[in-house]
């Protein structure tokens, strides 16, 4: 009987042989990356033509520099929720401020707002960095602002190592938000918010699947921002947001007209180049893979910053090695899975199609014959599911934001929601939880509620770091809200905010924001100081 785990000297002698054999290679020009490196060549300019992409249309050029010499977070805002819910009360506060006004800090925010000025749906700037060192200048490469793809390069084995600097420079968006609106300039708030969005969205650009799903966080945090900042402004007794100035936001964020334009969200380009790719290094010319390279490879892959596990995950991809597929049926299932996630992308919300299995959950998912496929498309689910997220947030907020702009000029709210069309917003976007096709739902709990009631109780879910906990809503206050996941329209009393794709129940609340209701029920605990 054959044993399932190689014994630690043939996985060692295979570890070394991999080495080896990928040293070799690395020096040889390797057609897949350049392939995908082609795709940030060039451009649809303003008359609508593809053209070479000129080097200050390039946003990386411009912002990497900036990020290089930026300051690392004081840890109390080491990462975007923690930054985006700090207040000046808060005891680090002091720190924060400090750090977020320092001069390195400061040219970053300067570099964002230049890489975000051009506000044209095609004649924006792009972030076009290469993958890999080739092409990148030496000192981004030095400061770790660059995409890693290993020795040889694989696309498979991309580490997006600027994106932890672009994440700083969120926390740092957040805490300079949070100043901001402190000091009574709302606006400017706002405008930083925006910024981070609009740059959030040449990320969501990128042509893998890793740093398109994180430039799609990014935007949706950027939505968060906004909604609190405005939500807060609402809530002060005097509003430094003016009509104008939500107007003017709430007409940028058009999904048509602005560079936001989900709608142009494209599938990933460079994901099935990156999986044959990998078929090629880990089978070689033969059918079947590689039993030198195959295990060692994937292992590499895995084990990521934690090298003591290689020997334990290089017996695992070994298993897989002996019942992996052969390599036409390899190539031809990840072709299929391609293929089906490309048809899917483009598909209604509600096209039936959606509720199937996909060619993944058939041909790869718990297959261990094709394992080596979800190293590239386990995270394609997630990235449908992102992408309706954010038309939910999108639409959302511009039609709070507008709903908002009525409140201060008219110092109560609509008897419904088509009431801020089109003076504040020219259209409204319809809901795209909901089946029925209907807008998002909208009510003011004083005025209302069944039964004379003027109160309106509500239990928000905020994800897994945090226990759920329940509100209050009264006078002076209104409600807008998706449908949710489950298409039922549930009056808010479940509201799920950003966790809506974590849960299968509830509704998609956007105002009010749960970041700021979360901040609000922190302080009250005495969690937030």
């Known amino acids: 009987m054959i044993s399932r785990v190689p014994t630690l000297a043939r996985l060692a002698t295979a570890l070394v042989v991999a080495s080896a054999f990928m040293f070799s290679a690395a020096a040889r020009a390797d057609d897949y990356t350049d392939q995908a490196n082609k795709l940030y060549a060039t451009y649809v300019n303003l008359s609508g033509r593809t053209v070479p992409l000129p080097s200050e249309k390039r946003s990386d050029l411009v912002l990497l520099p900036a990020l290089a010499k930026m300051q690392p ?125 609009l740059f959030a969205r040449q990320i969501a650009d990128r042509e893998l699947a890793g740093e398109k799903a994180t430039g799609m966080d990014l935007l949706a945090f950027a939505f968060t921002l906004m909604d609190d900042i405005a939500y807060r402004d609402f809530k002060s007794p005097t509003h430094s947001l003016t009509i104008e100035k939500l107007q003017d936001v709430v007409k940028r964020l058009d999904d048509a007209a602005s560079p936001i334009g989900l709608a142009r969200i494209r599938i990933p380009a460079a994901d099935q180049l990156a999986a044959e790719q990998l078929v090629a290094r880990v089978y070689g010319n033969g059918d079947k893979p590689n039993p030198e390279i195959f295990a060692a490879t ?148 004083s005025r209302d509620l069944a039964g004379g009631r003027k109160i309106h109780e509500m239990t928000v879910f905020v994800g897994k770091k945090y226990k759920p906990f329940a509100v209050k809503l009264g006078e002076g206050e209104f409600v807008l809200y998706s449908v949710g996941p489950d298409g039922d329209r549930g009056w808010a009393k479940d509201a799920t905010g950003g966790a809506a794709s974590e849960l299968t129940t509830g509704d998609y609340v956007i105002w009010p924001p749960d970041l700021s209701l979360l901040r609000q029920h922190l302080i009250q605990e005495g969690q937030l100081k």
């Open 73 to 197: 977070p004081p840890a109390a805002v080491s990462d975007m929720e923690s930054a985006a819910l700090i207040t000046p009360k808060s005891r680090e506060w002091e720190a924060a401020q400090a750090w977020a006004t320092a001069s390195q800090q400061k040219a970053v925010l300067e570099a964002l707002a230049a890489v975000t000025k051009n506000e044209s749906s095609l004649g924006h700037m792009v972030f076009a960095q290469p993958y890999g060192v080739d092409g990148v200048p030496i000192d981004l490469v030095a400061a770790d602002l660059y995409t890693e793809l290993g020795d040889p390069p694989l696309l498979a084995a991309a580490e997006f190592r600027y994106l932890k600097s672009v994440k700083n420079m969120a926390c740092l968006v957040a805490v300079e938000c949070n100043r901001l609106a402190a000091d009574g300039k709302s606006g400017d708030a706002l405008e930083l918010a925006l910024r981070l969005g």
């Open 298 to 445: 994937l292992a590499k892959m895995s084990v990521g910053d934690r090298p003591l596990r290689m020997f334990s995950e290089a017996a695992g991809w070994e298993d897989v090695r002996r019942v992996a597929a052969a390599k036409p049926q390899t190539l031809a299932n990840i072709r299929k899975v391609a293929g089906d996630f490309k048809y899917r992308w483009g598909l209604d919300p509600f096209d039936p199609t959606i509720a199937s299995d996909s060619d993944y959950r058939k041909l790869v998912a718990g297959n261990p014959a094709m394992r080596l496929a979800t190293v590239v498309y386990r995270p394609y689910p997630r990235l449908l599911n992102l992408r309706k997220d954010l038309r939910v947030q999108l639409e959302g907020s511009r039609q709070a934001l507008a709903m908002y702009a009525y409140f201060i000029k008219n110092g109560t709210f609509p008897a419904i929601l088509t009431g801020i069309r089109p003076v504040y917003i020219p259209d409204l976007a319809k809901d795209p939880f909901d089946p029925q096709g209907r807008n998002f739902q909208f009510f003011v709990p």
